[in-house]
């Protein structure tokens, strides 16, 4: 699967990919780009300004893959009288993944890492690969909170005029992720989203404040755990219209029977052509999702 991972970071436009059409990045040339230590790996577009990062412009000019289809009109018309969104936070609402940031600080990064990529490519259950980043590096109490203190939330571009913009139109907003509540309450206060909004993980630390585990009974603990906890929402509250926007196969999987009506993917951060080949939307940009409201 980590073959098939094309990630970047970019502000572009937006395109949907139908779920019976295959992605057709992979048939498009690549351009290979390392910036600042970094590699990433992006389809080329005729005539198409990638930002990266916000700080560097790069102009790519060739043969362009076959045109993107817009979204639906029913994709529209949901994602326009959505009673509720569901964001993922890891690589959507921010631009890091939680946990390869505090593995990073605990000085295991590239291990954790790479479980991250099979995780969110899908290519291995998300409660395996859960418990395998924590093992390898077990945060305390005191590397958490650390952590935490010295690393403000990494918000997405875009993201806070999103969420004003759905809160003002009484749209109900909720954070469902697969990494740790202790992380994820920070960004809930920048995005104004009430705590009990927050479907996440928790960690769990003995009484000396060493690492414990994780609360097993979350439902985001385990693969289709972001399913479960739409499915409660909408038997709790009656929403009729539902929406998951996020990057990785865990966010895809929020889209079964009972789940979200459509998952968008967003490929600022990180695309996943998997991913987005079987998305309802696929959007680089969030701007276009505040266009189209």
């Known amino acids: 699967m980590e073959a098939m991972l094309l990630s970047r970071q970019v502000a572009a436009g937006s395109f949907a990919i139908p779920r019976s059409r295959p992605s057709p990045f992979p048939a498009a040339g690549v351009l290979s780009l390392n910036l600042q230590n970094r590699h990433w790996r992006l389809p080329q577009c005729r005539h198409q300004c990638l930002s990266i990062c916000a700080s560097t412009t790069i102009l790519a000019s060739t043969t362009a893959p076959s045109p993107c289809p817009s979204p639906s009109q029913v994709t529209l018309e949901v994602w326009q009288d959505a009673d509720a969104v569901c964001f993922d936070v890891d690589s959507t609402v921010c631009v890091d993944e939680g946990i390869d940031a505090l593995g990073e600080f605990c000085g295991a990064g590239e291990a954790v890492a790479a479980w991250t990529s099979r995780a969110m490519g899908g290519s291995v259950p998300f409660e395996e690969a859960l418990s395998a980043r ?151 940009n969030f701007k276009d999702l505040i266009e189209s409201l």
Not at 157 to 168: F, M, N, R, T, V
Not at 241 to 269: N, S, W
Request: with cysteine; glycine share 10%.
């Open 134 to 284: 924590l093992s390898i590096f077990k945060p305390s109490l005191k590397d958490t909170e650390t952590f935490i203190a010295s690393n403000p939330p990494k918000i997405s571009p875009g993201i806070e005029d999103l969420i004003k913009k759905l809160h003002s139109k009484g749209k109900t907003v909720y954070l469902i992720s697969g990494g740790f509540r202790q992380m994820i309450a920070p960004v809930a206060k920048i995005l104004n989203i009430p705590e009990e909004n927050i479907f996440a993980n928790r960690l769990l630390f003995d009484k000396n404040g060493d690492f414990a585990g994780f609360d097993t009974n979350e439902p985001t603990s385990k693969s289709g755990g972001k399913a479960t906890a739409i499915a409660h929402l909408k038997q709790k509250f009656g929403y009729k219209k539902l929406v998951m926007i996020g990057d990785g196969a865990t966010d895809l999987e929020a889209r079964q029977p009972g789940g979200a009506d459509i998952f968008i993917c967003y490929g600022g951060v990180q695309f996943r052509a998997p991913v987005a080949a079987q998305a309802d939307w696929c959007v680089l």
